[in-house]
């Protein structure tokens, strides 16, 4: 069964700077596409940044670019979301999907087929 599961969500002031981890299990599948995605309250969930296994093929949503960093361990199946200088308007739930399409292009959400869901870990940016 595949599974992801994120961690490292917390309360940060802003100005500060957090990392979020992806875990993904349950295949064996060396090319694979991870993403992550946010949604605040009453807000469409946002997709923000992906990153291929197979090569350091990235994708930054224009809200994050230059502030936020994917990264990835193969070894272990981890993606990280490096965040630095958050703002109030960051706090959300940040989710990771995984799209397991060989030869998946990081892009927009649009352009990818996310097929599997973490549960989530949460970002509260005090002003």
């Known amino acids: 069964e595949v599974q992801l599961v994120e961690s490292g969500g917390a309360l940060v002031q802003a100005g500060g700077s957090l990392r979020l981890s992806c875990t993904a299990s349950?295949?064996?599948?060396?090319?694979?596409?991870i993403g992550w995605f946010r949604q605040a309250p009453g807000k469409e969930r946002e997709g923000i940044s992906c990153i291929n296994s197979s090569d350091r093929s990235t994708w930054y949503s224009d809200s994050v670019k230059g502030r936020f960093t994917i990264s990835k361990d193969n070894a272990e199946k981890k993606v990280y979301l490096q965040m630095n200088g958050l703002k109030p308007e960051d706090t959300a739930v940040y989710y990771c999907?995984?799209?397991?399409?060989?030869?998946?292009?990081?892009?927009?959400?649009?352009?990818?087929?996310?097929?599997?869901w973490g549960q989530g870990t949460q970002v509260t940016v005090s002003s």
């Open positions: 999907a995984l799209d397991l399409r060989f030869g998946a292009v990081p892009g927009p959400p649009a352009t990818l087929r996310y097929d599997y």
């Open positions: 349950g295949f064996h599948f060396t090319d694979y596409t």
